[in-house]
């Protein structure tokens, strides 16, 4: 298949991008590492009249610390992030969930932020997010604004991103001393996407989980908080963790699809936040 | 003779037989670099792109198709509705008369006036480039009047089910029926009855290159050359001149480089025909390339088989009589051979044991789905899943050990040649041999007390041991029996080996490789006969101006069928060699003896003629033999007096995470007897290739179709494809029985890894999960069936919702098994 006529923008910044988006309106769309978009063009299932290349924006890419945060470029690559040194210390769930994403062509090419503002309640990236309480710059010709997670993703396919604005980097607070993390995603064969996937990060303290933030993806038509299991272990033994992770559903919409009918997505979640907060805390 | 007369001076030094050698693949480099031509790169002066709009619906009437609109796109050429092509082509064939009721639907290239599938034509567009025809594509205004759409097999079977087709009157395509001994009578000595139902899904083959045609009408004196990613352009020749109205001796087929097959190219297309008609209607080339979803739709699916099998037996485990019963989804019309798919497995039931009666019945049913057709094994696989499913399920019934049952059945190494239940004579075979040398390596005493272990420690991960002991029928096949089964054409194969006057080879085979390696192997045989390097043979197939007779590449024949062919041809270019050496010589033929490509005079040893200046003496033909040519070249041609029956035991063993339900293949091992090997390389890819094939149906491919008959899984994104980190590392070893049918000694291998694999992988996750009341997952083996079948036998849940989309869409699902009674 071949994607309809459009008109192509490469972009070499962000104030650039966002004037061609302005110009633009809703006809334009912004293409990152296009692993998304090019099929959804080729498919004809989106016909943009023009496509806002923003992979070569400098300003968009690496990873630098600031503080107590990490700022992720929007269009650092998947294989860049695997490999990146400062996510691999502070943020090493981040890494962790990368690895599992396609295969090695796609992460190539495909970028963090695209992920992000893609979101696929499918894709494994914005769970993390979620669960990393990480917080989305977004600029646009008003300026920029920062978006944190829990209101970034609005619905299936849909976020905070309006068409005339750009995602430009991600901030995620580190991970401090005493954290341990684990990204279980469960799928039928190597390059799938999640039927379910769970992102953990749990801090302990004395034997007993003093924070624990997890991530569901595919639960719903946007990463979903488990909010109930966080709740339960706080300040939960280990041995507490089983007992927590029935809680995993609760509050989710999983959709019943080739892969699986609602019921076993429940229980996988269940299952798969007891093995992933067991091996996050250590355990 | 003079000096200019000499050949020039070949250099053969003492070779080696390279028949029996790993020799790498003459064609990969080649191949694997792309400097090749595949159909969708052929390029012809002027040449137009044919894209095909095709149906949404998987039954609907068709109230008006409207092309004005992408006429007036820029770039346009030509649109046409079915209707404004009745004169370009008729129906379509179906090559197969399997039984007097067989009811042959019409197939038009371009629907006339009802689709009967998502993805059955309705217009197509002619444009200068691809992209221009695929713009103005959407510019065909269509109404479609929506009909019932027939998706389930027993449901289209009950009274008042709508029809897939009005002028038929049924959805009934045929009934088929056949009675070895009384079954009645096994049954009433039986004191054990096993009644099971298996269910064999729909599955899409995926040949890496999916189809393309391209069509080019400006050849000499007014004739056509097709190119087709085909298996077999010599019946795409015969075919196009039937439904196209063109004579055959206008028709060129070439079929280039070819990405696979599987049988979804053993087939005669809508597209072949489209792009032929609108080459003589246009007077111009044009192409078609499928899409990797337009494939899945329009290119035959396989499988699609729900099989009732019964086992009377005894309760010392002796098994006396089968039943088989099966329900086959022919689709929405008949492909090439779709009705006899089912057919040709039915022998295969009884496989490798010693049953006393045996008793067939198979239904063949139209349904609003892609039609079905020949998917690696056709009818054998299925055959296979059920016997070797149902005697896993016996022995467990009887508590006796999955292999011992066997055992106690088999067909026994002293009693070859053996006339089975069917009436088949298997030539030869050692199932004993094979079976103990799969035992020892996969280590089977240690990994059952590791189950047993595993059980006993209620390990949420569990372990499971399947068996598979297969045989089946290939090397298709004695024109003879072909013609009793109501087929249209033979099963012989034809060779020219031919020398070159400069003393190399050319081997000119009918068979058409489309990836198996034929170049190497048939190099092999051909080095081996005439004695002169492997690297002086061509191999020149797959193109009807090349090789006029043929019948192509399917049923594991090429070698077994063709590569007898090739040998008995280069032996009858030895033996015209040696007329004239002798000629030459002065001397007796009887009194030569030939070695390694030299002829000598037996008792004069400096008295000595390579093949390669006999090839040059010939050309010049200065002093010729009585009844010698200018050409030493020799044809032959091969009918096979018999099929071929590979055999082997595969075991697999399984982990099985129940509270997931995800599968893992911990080891797969197989011991394959195809007899004699040409080259144990290519033997060894067509085993890796064929396991993972059956590995793939037994635990990821399914095509799931909706309530609406949209086919679900239209992409590799939803149609599971396992790859490399999918599989585990394959455990392979041999046994060698030759074949007493080919002077070869060879059996088919194209086939025989997917046939063995399947039940061996399903009767390990079954096997795994027994102890906790579970006697069958549907396949693909999914973790949610193996989650669901768990649950279901605990009873704490619905293990198969009807009509989910989950499960196919298709109540079948939800159809009782049998039970053990
Ligand atoms: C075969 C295959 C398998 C895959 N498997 C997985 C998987 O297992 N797990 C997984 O998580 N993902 C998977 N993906 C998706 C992959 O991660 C994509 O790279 C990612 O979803 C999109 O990133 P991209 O940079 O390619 O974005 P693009 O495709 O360029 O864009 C995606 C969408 O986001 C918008 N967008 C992108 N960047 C911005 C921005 N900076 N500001 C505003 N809008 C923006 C675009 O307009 C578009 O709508 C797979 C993709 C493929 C092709």
């Excluded at chain 2, 779709?338 to 198979?362: D, N, Q, V």
């Excluded at chain 2, 029985?737 to 059996?747: A, D, E, H, Y």
Aim: with cysteine; glycine share 10%; aromatic share 6%.
């Amino acid at each position: 298949m071949i994607p309809a006529q459009f008109d192509y923008v490469r972009a070499s910044s962000v104030d650039e991008a966002v004037a061609a988006l302005a110009e633009h309106g809703d006809e334009a769309k912004v293409m990152a590492g296009g692993q998304s978009l090019i099929p959804l063009l080729r498919l004809r299932l989106s016909y943009p009249e023009v496509v806002v290349d923003v992979g070569r924006v400098a300003e968009m890419a690496g990873v630098r610390e600031d503080g107590a945060h990490l700022v992720i470029g929007a269009m650092t690559t998947h294989h860049e992030v695997i490999h990146n040194e400062l996510i691999r210390r502070h943020c090493g769930l981040i890494a962790e969930a990368t690895e599992t994403v396609a295969d090695p062509a796609v992460r190539h090419r495909g970028t963090f932020g695209g992920a992000l503002a893609h979101a696929d309640p499918a894709g494994d990236l914005p769970a993390v997010a979620l669960a990393l309480d990480a917080e989305m710059v977004i600029a646009g010709s008003g300026g920029r604004r920062t978006v944190p997670a829990e209101e970034f993703f609005l619905d299936y396919l849909q976020t905070a991103v309006q068409p005339d604005e750009v995602l430009v980097e991600v901030r995620v607070p580190k991970l401090g001393e005493g954290w341990g993390y684990r990204y279980e995603k469960f799928h039928r064969v190597a390059q799938s996407w999640a039927i379910v996937g769970v992102a953990a990060a749990v801090r302990r303290s004395n034997g007993t989980i003093a924070e624990a933030r997890v991530g569901l993806t595919n639960m719903g038509s946007t990463p979903v908080r488990a909010s109930g299991v966080e709740e339960a272990l706080n300040g939960a033994s280990l041995e507490r963790i089983g007992e927590a992770a029935d809680r995993a559903a609760e509050g989710t919409s999983a959709p019943s699809d080739l892969n699986g009918k609602a019921d076993y997505r429940e229980h996988l979640a269940r299952v798969l936040t007891r093995r992933a907060v067991t091996a996050a805390a250590g355990s | 003779m003079t000096a200019t007369t000499e050949a020039p001076a070949p250099e053969v030094p003492g070779r080696q037989n390279v028949v029996g050698t790993p020799l790498r693949r003459k064609e990969d480099a080649r191949l694997v670099t792309g400097r090749t031509r595949w159909t969708d790169s052929v390029a012809a002066p002027g040449l137009l792109h044919v894209v095909i709009l095709r149906s949404p619906m998987a039954h609907a009437r068709l109230t008006r198709v409207d092309v004005s609109g992408a006429l007036q796109r820029p770039g346009i050429v030509a649109a046409y509705t079915g209707l404004d092509l009745v004169d370009d082509f008729g129906g379509l064939p179906t090559a197969w008369t399997v039984s007097e009721d067989l009811k042959t639907p019409s197939h038009f290239p371009v629907a006339r006036d009802v689709v009967r599938y998502v993805g059955d034509a309705v217009a197509v567009v002619v444009a200068s480039s691809h992209d221009a025809a695929v713009d103005a594509m959407e510019a065909i205004e269509v109404d479609y009047e929506p009909l019932p759409a027939v998706l389930d097999m027993e449901q289209a079977m009950a009274d008042g089910s709508p029809l897939v087709h009005d002028d038929i009157g049924t959805n009934t395509c045929f009934t088929y029926h056949e009675e070895h001994g009384s079954y009645q009578a096994s049954k009433a000595k039986a004191d054990v009855l096993l009644t099971r139902r298996y269910v064999n899904q729909r599955l899409i083959p995926n040949a890496m290159e999916p189809r393309s045609v391209v069509v080019d009408p400006t050849g000499a004196a007014d004739s056509f050359t097709i190119w087709s990613s085909t298996q077999v352009p010599h019946f795409v020749r015969i075919f196009m001149a039937l439904v196209c109205g063109i004579p055959e001796h206008k028709i060129r087929v070439i079929a280039p480089d070819v990405g696979g097959g599987f049988g979804s190219k053993l087939d005669i297309y809508a597209e072949e025909a489209i792009c032929l008609g609108l080459a003589k209607r246009l007077h111009r080339p044009v192409k078609w390339t499928a899409s990797r979803s337009e494939d899945y739709q329009a290119t035959i699916h396989g499988r699609d088989v729900i099989q009732d099998v019964e086992i009377a037996a005894t309760s010392d485990g002796k098994m006396l009589g089968l039943r088989v019963d099966l329900l086959t989804d022919m689709g929405a019309y008949l492909q090439l051979l779709t009705p006899s798919i089912a057919l040709l497995g039915r022998y295969m039931y009884p496989a490798i044991y010693k049953f006393e009666t045996h008793s067939f019945h198979c239904t063949g049913v139209f349904s609003n789905k892609t039609p079905t057709d020949a998917y690696r094994g056709a009818g054998r696989p299925e055959a296979t899943f059920a016997i070797e499913r149902a005697v896993d399920d016996l022995a467990a019934h009887l508590h006796l050990d999955p292999i011992e049952l066997r055992r106690r059945n088999w067909i026994t190494h002293d009693e070859f040649p053996y006339t089975t239940v069917c009436g088949l004579e298997y030539d030869s075979g050692n199932y004993e041999a094979a079976t103990d040398k799969a035992l020892e390596l996969f280590g089977y005493d240690a990994l059952r007390a590791e189950q047993a272990e595993r059980r006993r420690s209620n390990d949420p991960v569990q372990l499971g041991i399947g068996v598979s002991t297969y045989t089946e029928m290939c090397g298709l096949a004695p024109s003879r029996w072909l013609g009793e089964q109501g087929y249209v054409a033979g099963g012989w194969e034809r060779a020219t080996v031919r020398m070159t006057p400069l003393g190399k080879v050319e081997v000119v085979s009918g068979t058409s490789p489309h990836g198996q390696g034929h170049a190497t192997t048939f190099s092999q045989i051909a080095a081996d006969a005439l004695g002169v390097p492997f690297e002086d043979v061509e191999v020149i197939v797959n193109d009807t101006a090349a090789v006029p007779w043929g019948l192509d590449t399917y049923g594991s024949r090429s070698l077994v069928v063709g590569g007898t062919a090739v040998r008995r041809a280069a032996e009858g270019v030895v033996e015209k060699a040696k007329l004239l050496a002798a000629h030459l010589f002065e001397a007796d033929p009887a009194d030569l003896e030939f070695d390694s490509g030299t002829f000598r005079v037996k008792g004069t040893p400096s008295a000595t003629k390579t093949i390669q200046e006999l090839a040059f003496a010939s050309f010049t033909s200065h002093t010729m033999a009585e009844g010698s040519d200018a050409i030493l070249t020799a044809d032959h041609l091969v009918d096979p007096e018999t099929f071929s029956f590979p055999h082997g035991t595969h075991l697999c063993a399984v982990e099985v995470d129940t509270e997931t339900g995800m599968t893992k293949i911990r080891r797969y091992v197989c011991v394959d007897d195809i007899g004699k090997v040409v080259n144990p390389m290519i033997v060894e890819g067509q085993v890796h290739g064929g396991v993972a094939q059956g590995i793939a149906q037994a635990l990821y491919e399914e095509a799931v179709y909706d309530d609406a008959g949209n086919l679900v899984t239209g992409s590799l994104v939803d149609y599971l494809v396992p790859a490399a980190p999918d599989l585990p590392t394959f455990e392979t070893d041999r046994t060698e029985t030759p074949s007493t049918t080919n002077p070869l000694g060879v059996k088919g291998v194209g086939e025989a890894g997917t046939i063995a694999s399947t039940p061996a992988v399903v009767n390990a996750v079954v096997d795994a999960l027994r102890h906790l009341g579970v006697d069958d997952v549907r396949m693909a083996c999914t973790p949610e069936r193996v989650w669901r079948a768990i649950h279901g036998a605990r009873g704490s849940d619905d293990p198969a919702p009807a009509g989910s989309v989950v499960y196919g869409g298709a109540t079948t699902e939800t159809t009782a098994g049998g039970r053990l009674t």
